[in-house]
């Protein structure tokens, strides 16, 4: 599935809701679901602290397409991080790197991916579109 | 005098709004407390009568604002009772009096070897600009601990002076543990010494009658937004024999050399320490505050606060597994806690969402959670205009918090 399309399927999912606590328990949920990471992964190396929640990213580049996998120490922080793994991972550095996600401002979390939110999301971003920057500079 | 606190609530305007489809219970008074209209109505009437600048002109506005500008020194110097009034100098707010001591005070009289004392319950204002004057001034920083339970620990705070110790800089109220500690008997052990003290009251104006000559503090710095007054105005009281002594912070560089009358002026207290044209709306606003304060009463205050945090305590300490930080019977009106190992980011983030907001974090005192060896906490923080039943919804909340997390 293309990055929209895998979009739209999440913003579908809670479209059902009009309650904030519903939507939350979705994701809590997509945080349960996150493919655990290795534990090796969870090291100073691979944080991207935010002041409040930390998150852990680390990728990997195979023919041709970026795979993530990520954690938080947050159960919300890390249901956003399932879901940006969801729609960014198994895709092409072309892909994630002109991605505008904005299936999170459809769904109404664009305050978790605000800098001044500092739960680590919004570097989260950042660093998963330099991972594919570079490994596409690398070939 | 009970308070009434419908009454009160109807000077807050902004307290009558919903969020999220539910009213707004605002629990982060120790961050910034709301406005009474008295507050926001100075500004405004500030600005359509009496604008001008002051101490400069000989004209009806400037005489008349700097008639109400001084006339509001004067009130702040009689609500904390100070000696004289050119002991209150007006800053930016608590941050900038308190960086404004360290600065002055350490230019002035930290050589190498010398000591400072402060305490691992410290906001980072009162304790970054000491970290880093004494850096500059190859003096060292000591750190008083605390007991579990959130008091300060006198007997190690003691066991720190020498006769190295320059300054005493703790706060009077922790804005993480509301713990309130015993400052005028620190200070009178410190005094038997010959070393000042400085309190960080930015948490203690609120919520307790200040009398600065009856503490005998050498320094004591506040914010006017803590205290339900504007954000960026804020005081400094200095004894006079300190503010004499001590250097000027900021200055008005060439503009002063230049206009003579101007030069006189400002090395007289407290201009010394007023470089600039002040921030006039900002005094006129916290004089109001003052005022409103003043109305209530500060006994009444703490009274009617000290059963709000009664209640807060006997309603989340029914909740299982919670774990409260700060349990000393002197405390100010705030509940820190963690509800199990439920992140604080995640426990504020649906206490929000239920229309309630409170802080989570490390609250700027890194240095005290990382003593507590945890990620952060939850705070609520009250207020005299919260009530009882916002209360009940809070210990709700967190039981919601529980069930969706565990």
């Known amino acids: 599935m293309t990055i929209h399309e895998i979009e739209n399927q999440l913003v579908d999912e809670f479209a059902a809701f009009d309650d904030w606590l519903d939507k939350y328990d979705i994701i809590l949920d997509m945080g349960k679901s996150l493919p655990p990471m290795d534990p ?37 922080t890390k249901g956003i991080v399932s879901m940006l793994v969801k729609v960014l991972s198994g895709q092409t550095a072309d892909a994630i790197q002109s991605a505008d996600l904005n299936f999170i401002d459809r769904i109404g979390l664009k305050e978790h991916l605000s800098p001044t939110r500092s739960n680590g999301l919004s570097s989260m971003v950042k660093q998963m579109k330099l991972y594919a920057m570079v490994f596409k500079m690398k070939g | 005098m009970t308070l009434n606190i419908q009454d009160i609530r109807a000077d807050f305007p902004i307290l009558s709004q919903t969020i999220y489809k539910r009213p707004l219970i605002y629990f982060d008074n120790a961050a910034t407390t709301q406005k009474p209209v008295q507050v926001i109505r100075a500004i405004s009437n500030y600005y359509e009568q009496d604008n001008c600048n002051i101490h400069r002109g000989v004209h009806y506005l400037s005489v008349k604002a700097t008639e109400a500008f001084e006339e509001a020194r004067k009130e702040i110097r009689e609500f904390i009772n100070a000696r004289v009034t050119h002991e209150v100098v007006f800053t930016k707010g608590a941050s900038e009096s308190l960086n404004l001591v360290a600065s002055s005070f350490g230019k002035k009289f930290l050589k190498p070897g010398d000591e400072v004392i402060t305490t691992i319950m410290e906001h980072h204002s009162n304790f970054v600009p000491w970290q880093m004057i004494c850096e500059e001034k190859g003096a060292l920083l000591k750190i008083a601990n605390i007991l579990p339970d959130g008091q300060l620990d006198i007997e190690h705070l003691y066991s720190l002076i020498s006769d190295r110790t320059r300054i005493i800089a703790l706060t009077h109220v922790s804005n993480v543990l509301g713990t309130i500690n015993p400052v005028k008997e620190i200070i009178a052990h410190a005094h038997s010494k010959g070393i000042p003290v400085l309190i960080d009251g930015a948490q203690g104006v609120s919520h307790i009658s200040v009398d600065v000559t009856d503490l005998d503090c050498d320094f004591y710095c506040f914010s006017g937004h803590k205290m339900y007054g504007p954000m960026g105005i804020g005081v400094l009281y200095g004894k006079e024999k300190w503010l004499e002594e001590l250097p000027p912070y900021q200055t008005g560089g060439e503009m002063v050399k230049d206009v003579t009358v101007e030069r006189t002026t400002f090395n007289e207290l407290p201009f010394k320490f007023e470089a600039g044209t002040p921030n006039v709306e900002g005094v006129m606003g916290l004089r109001a505050a003052v005022k409103y304060l003043r109305n209530l009463g500060m006994d009444n205050i703490r009274a009617y606060e000290d059963e709000l945090l009664k209640h807060a305590v006997e309603r989340l300490s029914a909740i299982e597994d919670m774990r409260f930080y700060g349990t000393v019977p002197e405390k100010a009106s705030l509940v820190s806690f963690l509800v199990g190992d439920i992140h604080p980011f995640d426990a504020g983030t649906i206490i929000d969402k239920m229309g309630i907001a409170v802080r989570t974090g490390h609250h700027c005192a890194q240095p005290l959670i990382d003593h507590f060896g945890i990620p952060g906490t939850v705070r609520a ?9 916002e209360i009940d919804k809070l210990a709700d909340a967190v039981k919601r918090v529980k069930t969706m997390f565990e």
Not at chain 1, 41 to 69: N, P
């Open chain 2, 381 to 389: 923080s009250f207020a005299f205009y919260n009530t009882i039943e």
């Open chain 1, 40 to 76: 090796k992964f969870k090291t100073d190396q691979f944080i991207i602290s935010g002041c409040q929640s930390k998150v852990w990213l680390h990728a990997e580049y195979r023919d041709g397409m970026v795979f993530f996998t990520a954690d938080s120490d947050a159960i919300i």
